[in-house]
């Protein structure tokens, strides 16, 4: 909740979103994991396969927590509605007040 704060006060979303950070560090977990694949297949040492194993339940476990990072910053960002800012005024309005009459401001509700 706190980077999607500072990075909406400092109006740095955009900026953020160039990075591809979350996209990034997806493609490192995958392809260290294609490492300790490739390395399970070629060895047949029983101590290097559950040092292997404990690798990958690692890696599963890091992918886990990066994917609740991703959640937790999309949703607070949606809390801060961000995505809402750019659009035209009459899209933001509630319904009650699109369909406001403009002569009177009474609504049709």
């Known amino acids: 909740m ?3 704060y500072i990075l909406k006060l400092l109006d740095q979303y955009s900026a953020f979103d160039s990075l591809h ?3 990034s560090v997806n493609a ?3 392809s260290e994991e294609k490492a300790v694949k490739e390395s399970r297949q070629k060895e047949t040492d ?3 396969d559950q040092t292997n194993t404990l690798t990958m339940k690692r890696l599963d476990q890091y992918r886990q927590e990066f994917e ?3 959640y937790s910053l999309s949703s607070a960002r949606i809390f801060f509605r961000t ?6 005024i009459e899209v933001n309005k509630t319904p009650v007040e699109a369909t406001a009459s403009p002569d009177t ?3 049709t509700a």
């Open 2 to 4: 706190g980077i999607a």
């Open 21 to 23: 950070w979350f996209q």
């Open 28 to 30: 490192k977990f995958s």
């Open 46 to 48: 029983v101590k290097l």
């Open 68 to 70: 609740l990072l991703y």
């Open 83 to 88: 995505d809402l800012e750019d659009l035209p």
């Open 105 to 107: 401001g009474a609504s």
